[in-house]
C-alpha cells in the first residue's frame, strides 16, 4: 500500500502521517522523490485504517501498486512529454525520430562511414557502443575510453547526436563527456543503483525494456530515474524473451500504445535486438511507426558480415537508406513526419 | 531425416526408396499426400548412407527437418497464392481484408444488427462462433446447430461471407453448409485430426495460431490440411502466451513477414485476442497492416459490456467504424488498399 | 460470475434462478454437471443483486472465477481420492506407480521385450502410443488398430495395464477395448470436445497439462471430464514451454503441491517429455516423488537410438532399472512405497 | 568462434594465434582470464582455416560456443568443487546445507530472533537483505550501513555465516566486511561490471540465476567472477519467469542435474522466490534435495505478515524446523546428510 501526497506537501506533512502510522500500529517508508512523495506502508496489523489515511491532509490519495503511485501525475490525458536528443531534435513530438550506427565502435573509419551514411539516409543520431554487456568473459567488451573519444571526434564532424551505454555508476562521467543520451541496455534495466546515478544527472536516459520485465517494472525503472531527478526518460521496446525460436526475441508492440496511455513518456523501438535478423527490421520498423512508436533505434553496418557483434541483425546502408525511404510516407498516414 | 520426391514421383519409386533403405539397415515411412511424397527415416544405425539415398532417381532431396520439407514448394521467390474469402473477395492479394464481427452468436436480432455495422464500415466477412471452446464446462458453450441457421440466414441477407469455427470433424458438415470458411481456433492448432478432416475438403480453412506454437509448428498444421488435399490455408497469428500481463496475450507480429518469406500462405492477423483490449485493437490493427498483414480478424459487439464473451476485447459499432477509416491511409502507403 | 447450486438441488431450481436473473435484466446459462450444478451469469447490467442471487434458495454460493466453481467439491481437507489403473494398482494412494513403456508401439517383438523389462523392474503399467500426435504430416503418425491389437496381446501376456493415447472421439470405443487408461496428450487438453466424450467413459482418463496452459485451464480440462461424468481422472505433469534451451520443456513440479492443494485428484509426473532428456529422467522422477508426486509416466525402449520418435528421451533398459532401484528408499523416505 | 589456449599457454603464444589470425583476414580478441587465456575470433573472412588454427602451438582447441570455452576446464566428470560458507560449512560437499533468514534486515531485535530460530533448527548460514533491489522506488530500499552493523553484530553472537546482496561495485568493500559470502540477485545476474569487481575479491559468490537467463547465461555469469581471480562461486537457482499465475517463478529444477554435469560448480535452491508461496516451500525443498542440489535458501521471518518485503513466502519459525525435520531422513535416500 503507497500514500501518495499532494504535490504541495512537505517533510513535515510526511513525518505526520508517519506519526499516524505508528499509531495505527503500522510502519511506513517515506520516499521524498523529486517528482512526488509517497510512504509505503511496510507493515500493518488491524488497526490499519485505510479510509482515514486517504481523508488525512496532505495526502492525495492511497493506492495498492506501485503503478497506481505513477497514475498520480498526469490525469486521464497524457500528453507525451518530449525529450532533447541532441540540439537539433527531440523524441515524443510529431517528428519520428530515427537513431541508427554500429551495435558496436570499432575503428573510427568504420564508425565514421556510419556516421555519414546514416545522417544522409536521415538519421539524427548515431547508435553505437564503446561498453558493452556480452554474456560471455571470452568475448569482445568493447573499446572503451578509447571509443569515447572516437564517438567525441564523430559527433562534432556529422553533427549527429550520440547514443551509447553506460553499464555502471563509473561510467557516467566519461560518457556524459560526449554522449547526448545515455542508454541503460536491457541487462541493466534493473540495475537500480545505476538508475539512480543517471536520475542525478542533466543528460537524457534512454531505457531499453528488459527481457523478461513486465510494463510495470518498465515504467518503474524508469520512476527511479525521473524520482532522483532527471524527468528526461526515453523508453525503449527491444522485444522479450519467449518460446520463439526463429527470432532473437519477441518484439512486443503493444507496448507502444500503453505507454502512450498510462505515461508521459516517449517510447521508440529496436527492431535490430527485437528480431535479431536483418531481414526482419524493415517490416517490424514499419509496424513500430503504425502503432505510435516516436522512433526507432536500428543497427547499421558498413560491413555486416564483418560486424564485430550482432552482424546478422545489421543493416548494410543500402537496406538502410531503402528503409528510410519507405518510413516517410507511411508516417505521415501516421500524422507524424520523418 | 525427410526424403522429399520429386513432384513427378509414383508409389513404385517410393517402395524403391523403401527396399534401399532396409537395405542399408534402416526403416523408412512413406507419406503420400496431396501435395508431395515425402518419406521420414525413422530408424537408422550406421549403414545410412545419405549422399547415396540424395541421389536416387526420383529423389528431389533430402533434408533434416520438417521445415526443409516444407522448402520443397515454391523456391526462392514465393508469392502469396490468394485464398478466397467468399464469392467477392481473397486474402493474399492487394486489398487487404476486414473480418469482423461477434465473439459468439448470441442471439439473431444482435447478430443481424452486428453484420450489417462491420458490412457497411468496410469489412467483407462476418464472424461470430456457435461452437465456444472455453476454459471451464461451466461456461456458455455456444447456441451449436441453431446459431448455424442464424449465421446462414444472416449470410444470405447482408452477402457477407461468414467464417466460423469448427471444433471437431463431427462439426464439419453442418458447418460447412453455411459457412464461407472453416475456422480452426488456437486450442486446435495442433488437433492433427480435425486437420486431416478439414483437409478433405473444399472450403477454405482460417487457421489460428496456437499459444505457444512454434512457427515450424504453425506451418506444419496447415501442411496437415494441405497434404490432405485441402491448398486453402489461411494463416492468422492472434497472439502468444508469455509473462506480460497487461495484455491477455503478446501479438508477436514479426512471425507475418517471416511467413511471406518462407511460405506461400496468406496471414492475417487477430489483435483482439491479440491483446485482449478493446483499447489496442486500433494501434494494433495498423501495425498488423504495416509489417504486411493481408487482413485483420476483429471483433465487434453492438453492446460490449453485455457480450457472452470476450466482451473486454470487442469494439463497439463506432470504435470499429473510426478504426476502418484510419485504415485507408494506411493501406495506401503500404501499397495495398482496403 | 458462476452461481453454484446445492448439492441437492434440481432443474427446477436452475430454472427458478434463471428467471430471477431475467428480473435482474441479466442472462445466465445452466450447466447441468455430473457433479454439480452451475449457472454462469453471461450478461448482466447495473440490475444484477449479487448478494440477492447467494441468498436464493437452492444456492451453494456465487464466485467470481471457474477455480473457485471447482472450489464446490471438498472443502479445506482435499485428500487425493485414488484412481484404478488396471485391476491390480491405483494412483494416488500410499504407494507411487510408475508407468513405463515406448513412445511409439513399432512392432511386437520389441513392445514385448520393453513391457517384460519394465514389469521385472517394478512398473504397474505399459505406456505406448499407436495414434500419434506429430508435428509434421511427413512424420510416423502410429500404427493405430494394427498396434492396439498387439497392446491388447502384450496386455494379457503381462498382466501389466496398458495406458495409450486417444486422439478425437473416434479413437475412443477402439481404445477403450485395449487399454486401462485413455490418455489424453498435451495438444489435446483443450480439445474440449474429446474431454467431453472421455466423460462419458467408465475407464480411467489420464490427462496431460497443455503446454502453456495454467494450472487453472489444467483444472477445468480435468472438470470437462468430470462433469460429463467421469470422475476418474489422473493428471500428469509434463513440462511447460518457456525461454529455456537445453530441455525439450521446463518440468514445473510446483504444480504437484498446488494440485494436492486445491484438489483431490491424483497427479503423476513425466519427466521424459519434461526434460526430453534421457540423461535428466532419474534425478527429477527423484525430484517429482519428493514433492509429492502420486506416479512417473517414463519412456524406455530397448534400443533408445532405434527409436521411431523420442528416442533422445527414452532409457534403455539396464537405466530404467537402476532409476527403479534407487527410487525405493527415496518413497520410504517420503512415506511411501514403490 | 574462440580458441581456447593451453593451460601452459603464455602471453606471447596469444600474440603469435592474433599475428596469424590478422595474416587469415581476420580480427581476434583475447581474453587472458585467471582460469584460461581464450581468443575470440570477431571478425573474418574466406581465409579463415579453422583447421591450421586447431593445429597451431599452444591451442587446446577451437570451439563455436561460449558454453565450449567453459568445456575446457574438466574433463568428463567434473566433481563438484565445494566452496566454503563461513568457517564450519562449504557447499558442495556430501552435506546439503541450508541458508535461512528474513528477506530483509528490519531491527536487530528481529534479526536476532531469526538467526537463533534458523541456527536451532539446523541452518548453517543467515541470510538478510540490506541493499534491497527493488521494483519500485517507493518501495523500502533496505537499511544500508545500519544493517550491515547488525548483520555482523549477529553473526558474532550466534557464530552463523552470514549471506547478503551487493549491488553494484560500491557495495562491495562495507559488505566483504561483515558477510562470509556476498550475493548476486537475480536482477544483477547480466551485470558485468558487478561481476567483474567480485571477481576480484577472496570472498565466495552467491550467484542468483537471472529470471530470463539461459543456461549458458548462467554459466558464463559465474566465468565473468572465475575468470577475473576468484573461483568460488555457489549458483542458486531461484525460479525463471514464465506464463504461470500462482506461483510468482516457475522453479526449473532440472537446471540442478545439468550444473553437475556441464560444470564444477556447487548449486543451491532457492523455493522461496521460486514459489512466492510460503506453503510450497517445503515441498519444493524436498525436490530440490531428491534431486542433487547442494542447499537451499529460505525465507524465515519471525511474523511473516508483518514482513517488511516478501511476506507471503516467507516460513515462520515453527514452519523452517518441521521442514528442517523432514529433510533429514530425505537427505540420507539421497545419501547425502544435512
Known sequence: MFIVMEPSSSRRDVDRILDVLTGMDAVGYACHGATQRVIEVLEAGAGLDRGRLAGLPAVARVVDEPLGVLGARGGAERETCPVPLGSRAAVGGQR??????PCSVEDEGRLVEAANAVAAAGAVALRGGVFKPRTSPYSYQGLGARGLEMLG?????????????VMCSEHVEPVRAVADVLQVGSRNMHNTPLLKALGEQDRPVLLKRGWSATLEEFLMAAEYIRQAGNPRVILCERGIRTHERYVRNTLALAVVPEVKRVSDLPIIVDPSHGTGRADLVAPMSRAAIACGADGLLIEVHPVPSRAWSDGAQSLDVAAFRELMAGLGPLAAACSRSL
Do not use: D, S
Not at 96 to 101: E, K, L, N, T
Not at 153 to 165: D, P
Open 96 to 101: 519520428v525520430v530515427v537513431i541508427a550506427g
Open 153 to 165: 571526434r564523430v559527433r562534432e564532424q556529422t553533427g549527429l547526436a550520440v547514443v551509447t551505454e
